[in-house]
């Protein structure tokens, strides 16, 4: 079974915004086996806005990065993610280029 990640990009002006919703987005991910695997900070080595962050975040499947967004936990943050200026989540599922 391949594994689903998201693919999170977000606006870190407000960095106390930023704190709250991934706070809360700790139990979501939690909740359906979902683990940080990567985050990018202000020393990365490939350059960007300084305000903008990017996260990788694994799951067992698809299926688990998909019901993790549509689950009550996910739902919650919905009103401290709209007050975050940007913020898109893309849900991806694992590549095999072996033909699988």
């Not at 391949?2 to 139990?27: C, M, N, P, R, T």
């Not at 305000?51 to 990788?56: A, C, N, P």
């Not at 996910?74 to 975050?84: E, G, K, L, N």
């Amino acid at each position: 079974m391949s594994k689903g990640y998201w693919v999170v990009a977000l606006d870190a002006a407000d960095q106390l915004a930023v704190s709250e919703i991934l706070q809360q987005l700790s139990f979501a991910l939690t909740e359906h086996s979902g683990k940080v695997l990567t985050k990018s900070d202000r020393d990365a080595v490939t350059p960007t806005d300084d305000e903008e962050r990017v996260i990788i975040v694994e799951f067992p499947s698809l299926a688990a990065a998909k019901a993790c967004m549509e689950g009550d936990a996910y739902q919650r943050t919905r009103p401290m993610r709209d007050a975050v200026s940007s913020l898109h989540i893309i849900v991806i599922e694992e590549a095999h280029f072996d033909g699988s």
